[in-house]
């Protein structure tokens, strides 16, 4: 396969300047218009030679090869086609996550051999991104963690992603976090009033409660999490943004911490993860106060219609479980798979007398 058609040189004219003129002469020659931008100047000996179209008057002028200047590709379909065969460019994921200064990518079976590549390319396009990491499985296990493979640029996975002026610290990796869950989030945090005790189960490296913190300040919350890596990033992040003695970091598991902890506390239950918060539904009511709140839970739907089943399922459950439970609102948070959507419920929730 043939990828790249680069040519570095070029035979071109050039004005040949003594050193100690060399800057004032170029600004001329950039005024004139005479300068051939495309093309880097080269030194010899005690001169400068510039790429010109004409030699001005009063100059020696030689034809030279000069090298040309590496313009910044404007896509990354432009980026591609510097690395990549042209049935190629097309099989590239052109959407994908950029977390602080790590990219995110897959990369289809077809082109493994070319993530490399590929890596570069992103590099090229994406003056903030200093490492590029191939996804090389789902999001598994109770940690919902996606392992990922470094490809282009630094081995370093440690990144910093900011998000409403909050600072999120984190390891792509070893935790998880998404950050197409923004809006989900100042949703959530643009509904909280003042004075608010929240529980933040499932709470990964922060960024629920400390984006209701940055839009909230007035609130308690406590922040369960069960992966040692993330928990040691949401101690962290709760630090590097000012949250410490509001939000109170939790290692454990939910099902043990919220009935010995804080049993029928909070106002507002946050459960934000589509595959666990199904079968915790008891234990977001355990942290439940039974005078009312608010229970933000997340399932995955067929994107048909995804929110029939799931919501007559978790309706049911409080309604058995003796809470009166009334759906405030849904919405389509993303899609999941290709038929998937995950979906979001906030449901108000109240213990019969
Ligand atoms: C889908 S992630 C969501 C993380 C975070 N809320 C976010 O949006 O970035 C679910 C998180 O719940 C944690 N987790 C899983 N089971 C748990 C449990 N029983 N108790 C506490 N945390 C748990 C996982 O380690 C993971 O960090």
């Keep these: 396969m043939v ?47 510039f790429p010109v179209s004409s030699c001005p008057d ?10 040309v200047r590496k313009k910044k590709p404007r896509s990354l379909e432009e980026a591609l086609r510097e690395f990549l065969p042209e049935d190629a460019v097309q099989h590239v994921v052109k959407s994908f996550d950029i977390i602080g200064h790590v990219a995110v990518i897959r990369v289809p079976d077809e082109l493994w051999d070319l993530r490399e590549k590929i890596g570069e390319a992103i590099l090229r396009v994406h003056p903030n991104v200093r490492t590029v990491a191939a996804e090389v499985g789902p999001h598994q296990g109770v940690f919902r963690v996606q392992p990922v493979e470094v490809i282009a640029g630094e081995p370093n996975l440690v990144t910093e992603y900011r998000e409403f002026g909050v600072r999120l610290r984190l390891e792509v990796g070893k935790t998880y976090f998404s950050p197409r869950l923004s809006y989900e989030r100042y949703r959530i945090a643009k509904q909280v009033r003042p004075g ?12 629920f409660p ?34 410490e003695g509001k939000i109170e970091p939790i290692l454990g598991d939910v099902r043990d911490v919220v009935p010995e902890r804080y049993p029928h506390r909070a106002d507002r239950v ?84």
């Design 3 to 49: 990828f790249i058609l680069h040519i570095s040189v070029q035979n071109v004219l050039g004005v040949i300047v003594p050193k100690k003129e060399a800057e004032s002469v170029r600004r001329r020659l950039l005024q004139s218009g005479l300068l051939l931008k495309d093309y880097q100047p080269i030194r010899d000996g005690d001169h400068v030679i």
């Design 58 to 67: 009063g100059f020696e002028c030689v034809e030279r090869e000069f090298p």
């Design 196 to 207: 608010e005790f929240i529980a933040a189960l499932f709470a990964g490296v922060g960024p």
């Design 210 to 243: 400390l984006v209701i913190h940055r839009f909230q300040p007035n609130i308690r919350a406590y922040a369960v999490e069960l992966n040692p890596d993330a928990y040691k990033y949401l101690v962290e992040n709760i630090r590097l943004n000012h949250a």
């Design 270 to 353: 946050l459960m934000p993860s589509p595959i666990l918060a199904e079968d915790f539904l008891d234990v977001a009511l355990a942290a439940t106060k039974p005078s009312g709140a608010i229970i933000h839970t997340y399932a995955l739907g067929p994107n048909k219609d995804p929110f029939a089943e799931k919501e007559y399922e978790i309706l049911r459950y409080f309604n058995e479980q003796g809470w009166d439970a009334k759906i405030l609102n849904k919405r389509v948070v993303r899609s999941y798979s290709p038929r998937l959507d995950q979906v979001s419920f906030d449901v108000f929730v109240k213990k019969r007398e």
